[in-house]
């Protein structure tokens, strides 16, 4: 089992930075495959970006790529999501999510992929 918090929200405007941390427990962290999701007011739960195993592979949504980097480090049990050039429209509540996996090389982009979820972080930013 995984337990995963999230840490690194916050007030920022528009054109900020911001790096949102997980944290994960358990021995089988390199086992899962992980993604950040958010989720707007009023809208559905969206995946912004997502990792494999290995951190060799990635993917980003449309709206971040290009301002997003997710990255992982195995031996601490953490997943990052660096956020640059923040727009209003990133306003949400941030959730990691694990992804049990064999494949070392593959990400997943399906909320019913996950396996464990994160309680959340909100992130606001401000025009």
């Known amino acids: 089992q995984v337990q995963l918090v999230e840490s690194g929200g916050g007030l920022v405007q528009a054109g900020g930075s911001l790096r949102l941390s997980c944290a994960a427990s358990?021995?089988?962290?390199?086992?899962?495959?992980m993604g950040w999701f958010r989720q707007g007011p009023g809208k559905e739960r969206e995946l912004a970006a997502a990792i494999s195993r290995s951190g060799g592979s990635t993917y980003y949504s449309d709206s971040v790529k290009g301002r997003f980097t997710i990255s992982r480090d195995n031996a601490k049990k953490m997943v990052y999501l660096q956020m640059n050039t923040l727009k209003p429209e990133d306003t949400a509540v941030y959730y990691c999510?694990?992804?049990?996996?064999?494949?070392?090389?593959?990400?997943?982009?399906?909320?019913?992929?996950?396996?464990?979820w994160g309680q959340g972080t909100q992130v606001t930013v401000s025009s």
């Open positions: 358990g021995r089988t962290f390199s086992m899962y495959a």
């Open positions: 999510a694990a992804c049990f996996t064999y494949s070392s090389g593959s990400y997943f982009s399906e909320i019913n992929d996950y396996d464990y």
